[in-house]
């Protein structure tokens, strides 16, 4: 079975490594991490992301620019607002993410 492919973008390196690892703990699960806008408006089109996990930092005026560009590039990508409260948390937001 294909893993699902997931996006993190944070603006703390520690931070965005923590929850990496922590994706990356469910074996069905891969997540690539990116620290910039710009990192993640290149890293969008390499993968069949499903779930886009925007971390604490990132601002207003990015999270609207991000959003705009991954829903005209793909209608169905989840994007989910992650600002930490463990791992428990986090898995909960990526499943309900993919159940909708």
């Avoid at 965005?16 to 469910?26: H, I, S, W």
């Avoid at 620290?35 to 604490?56: C, H, N, R």
């Avoid at 590039?73 to 600002?83: A, D, E, L, S, Y």
Wanted: contains cysteine; hydrophobic residues 40%.
């Amino acid at each position: 079975m294909e893993k699902t492919q997931i996006l993190v973008i944070g603006r703390h390196p520690e931070i965005l490594a923590t929850v990496v690892r922590l994706v990356n703990n469910n074996p069905d699960w891969n997540a690539t991490g990116c620290l910039s806008d710009e990192e993640a408006i290149a890293a969008f089109p390499t993968q069949d992301f499903k779930v886009v996990l925007m971390g604490g930092g990132v601002d207003e005026r990015s999270e609207g620019k991000l959003n705009e560009y991954f829903y005209n590039r793909n209608p169905n990508i989840k994007v989910v607002q992650h600002f930490g409260g463990g791992s428990g948390l986090l898995s909960a937001e990526i499943f309900e993410a993919l159940s909708k």
